[in-house]
């Protein structure tokens, strides 16, 4: 082999080794979020402690078919608790139909029952999520 086919091999093999090196790399993939959406959230551990939620009950407006939606909650605690919630609706692929509601204020007395209930602006709505918290 002469000096110049020497030359010319070692810079094909400099340049083949420099590209198998900067590879594509396949994209970072998001983490999948362990837990399942609910249609209630707390914002903190302490409300969460301090309220109780029942299973809330979801129903068709008669006449314009909005959702109506009615969410049994209480002050599980001996005092008066002020409460904000947001309400989304969502239609049946998850989308929002609507800019989420809120925030709305609750007051719920020491130990008594109550109720969180929003009527959907669309009759398009399925489902539906409520984020409450402490009143600011």
Request: proline share 9%; aromatic share 6%; glycine share 4%.
């Amino acid at each position: 082999m002469n000096m110049k086919t020497a030359l010319s091999f070692l810079m094909l093999l400099v340049l083949s080794s420099f590209l198998v090196g900067c590879g594509v790399r396949a994209p970072i993939q998001p983490r999948a979020d362990p837990y399942l959406p609910s249609q209630v959230h707390m914002d903190q551990e302490r409300l969460r402690k301090d309220t109780a939620v029942g299973t809330p009950q979801v129903a068709r407006d008669e006449i314009s078919q909005n959702l109506v939606v009615t969410v049994p909650i209480r002050s599980a605690i001996n005092k008066t608790l002020y409460v904000d919630y947001y309400v989304t609706f969502v239609d049946a692929n998850g989308v929002p139909v609507a800019p989420k509601l809120g925030p709305m204020t609750k007051v719920l007395l020491p130990n008594t029952p109550d109720r969180i209930t929003v009527t959907s602006t669309t009759p398009r709505a399925v489902d539906f999520q409520v984020d409450v918290r402490y009143a600011r």
